[in-house]
């Protein structure tokens, strides 16, 4: 399923995602009830296929290409297993804590050595920024936050970002204290084409992209800003602050962790791309796809995007975000499936996540 096209233009031997960036709330809710299903999941930090797990599916089938993503989705059913959840948040970089390398040696103390040697050599990394802060689009934010937005923006302007406010002090507050000239230069700068593909997301990743991915960011900040309230926010969060506050993403939160550890043997990884599931004749109830097809020419996408249809079930729902290159179901293969556009309209509006532009549920006809 030209797993090559992208595996021959990207790296996939380092963490590029150490946490998700996808907003599990959404994701879940817009897969509906799945009880008893087959899921299907692309791993990247794999927090979003252990939130699937809170739908009581029968598997999750977790697919990569990177055999670093997946050690992140190990080091998670490991550290679910071995630990408790204040622990959890303390290996993850969530909260401060002065012992992630204890934690870390009782969160690998089970995996495989192949696992175990990935981590142990990142154990520095990790005590320093937590489980979670070790990617490199995590090294990007954490770069942006401790030496340019210092200049940008005070302590305690950061600190106000996050106090509960309704929507018109929260859009009062964004245009007299935060969209400053000196923020907008920083944003025009920093989230470049060429600043994010040489610090950020991985060069290839911006092919099939159009338009300035700094004045993409411009605008989502408005969304994070003013339509959502940034002190439930947990990425914003993690961005300007270097963890989370009382907001944290839909896996880590205390009311699912023991019911992720308790399904944990439900997941079933499957290292490789989509190919590992649906060149088997088996057949899935929905699909996590996160933003895959971004990374794929027109011909390419319509090619994966009939292949998935092939291994889906009627009534399966394929889940998928867009950050700048539009994907929707391509033309040809329309007759097969509906855009949910009720579902997606609620849940773009309440999407955390906020850097995408486009969140996208439709629904395999049977």
């Known amino acids: 399923m030209h797993s090559s096209d992208i595996a021959a233009r990207a790296r996939f031997d380092h963490i590029r995602y150490a946490q998700l960036w ?8 817009a897969l509906g009830d799945q009880r008893g299903a087959t899921l299907v999941s692309i791993c990247s930090a794999g927090d979003n296929a252990l939130a699937m797990l809170t739908l009581d599916p029968e598997r999750v089938v977790v697919v990569d290409l990177s055999p670093a993503q997946i050690a992140c989705l190990h080091l998670r059913m490991g550290a679910f297993r071995a630990l408790d ?10 909260r401060p804590s002065p012992r992630r390398k204890a934690l870390l040696e009782r969160a690998t103390a089970d995996l495989d050595p192949e696992t175990r040697a990935f981590w142990a050599a990142l154990s520095q990394e990790v005590a320093a920024h937590g ?39 929260r859009e009062l507050f964004l245009n007299q204290r935060f969209n400053n000239l000196r923020w907008r230069l920083l944003v025009k700068l920093f989230f470049s084409r060429f600043v994010m593909g040489r610090m950020g997301r991985d060069k290839a990743f911006f ?3 159009e338009g300035s991915p700094a004045r993409h960011v411009a605008s989502r900040i408005r969304h994070a800003g003013v339509d959502l309230d940034p002190a439930q926010n947990p990425y914003l969060h993690w961005i300007l602050k270097g963890g989370h506050g009382a907001a944290l993403p839909m896996s880590w939160r205390p009311e699912h962790y023991r019911t992720i550890r308790d399904r944990l043997e439900r997941i079933k990884i499957r290292p490789g791309a989509l190919e590992a599931f649906v060149s088997t004749g088996e057949r899935a109830d929905g699909y996590n796809l996160s933003d895959i097809f971004e990374y794929m020419p027109p011909q390419v996408f319509s090619q994966v995007y009939g292949r998935i249809l092939d291994a889906a079930n009627p009534g399966a729902r394929l889940v998928y975000w867009n950050m700048m290159a539009p994907r929707r179901v391509p033309p040809e293969h329309a007759a097969r499936v509906r855009t949910l556009s009720a579902i997606e309209d609620r849940l773009k ?15 395999v006809i049977g």
């Open 22 to 29: 996808e907003d599990a709330d959404v994701l879940t809710e």
């Open 207 to 209: 092919d099939h992209v």
């Open 349 to 363: 509006a309440q999407d955390k996540a906020f850097f995408y532009s486009d969140f996208v549920v439709e629904e």
């Open 85 to 94: 959840h204040a622990e959890f948040l303390e290996l993850m970089g969530a």
């Open 131 to 169: 489980a979670g802060g070790v990617g490199r689009f995590e090294r990007y934010f954490r770069i942006f936050r401790t030496r340019l937005l210092p200049f940008v923006h005070s302590r305690r302007t950061i600190d106000d970002t996050f106090i509960p406010r309704p929507r018109p002090e």
